[in-house]
């Protein structure tokens, strides 16, 4: 459901901005180190986090990236994508030192700990891409 364009942003080391559902109902929203895992977006927490809590709860997200760049109307293109989103247990530390390269620099050692836990992996299934850019159509 991402276009080449999509997926070029999702992977070129913009942060994501990942809206959840709170137990109140009102929006949590929080930054995150996205990839790719097929055609869903992924990241990694090394430990439990509210995010995760209310994705458990409530597997609606919404994910915004900003692009770096700059259109003819002055203006910075933007990916929205909708989804479901599926929390699993492990492969947190392991996704998390693979996105550092890309974030913080390819001899970063992220989490900067001994013995890491494992974490947790997240992954959205695309439902609906929106924003203003190529992958807007």
């Not at 559902?21 to 509210?50: C, K």
């Not at 990236?65 to 990916?79: A, K």
């Not at 947190?92 to 030192?97: E, I, R, S, V, Y």
Request: charged share 20%; aromatic share 8%; glycine share 12%.
């Amino acid at each position: 459901m991402l276009d080449a364009a999509a997926r070029q942003l999702v992977t070129s080391g913009v942060y994501g901005h990942l809206v959840t559902i709170g137990p109140d109902g009102r929006p949590h929203v929080t930054l995150a180190w996205f990839d790719l895992d097929g055609d869903d977006l992924a990241f990694g927490t090394l430990f439990n986090q509210r995010k995760l809590d209310n994705l458990r709860r409530d597997p609606r997200a919404v994910v915004s990236f900003e692009s770096g760049e700059v259109n003819e109307h002055g203006l910075r293109p933007y990916l929205v994508v909708e989804g479901a989103a599926t929390v699993t247990e492990g492969g947190g530390a392991a996704l998390l030192q693979r996105l550092a390269h890309r974030y913080l620099g390819p001899d970063v050692t992220f989490p900067p700990m001994p013995d890491p836990p494992d974490g947790y992996v997240t992954r959205i299934t695309v439902e609906a891409v929106r924003g203003v850019g190529p992958w807007a159509g």
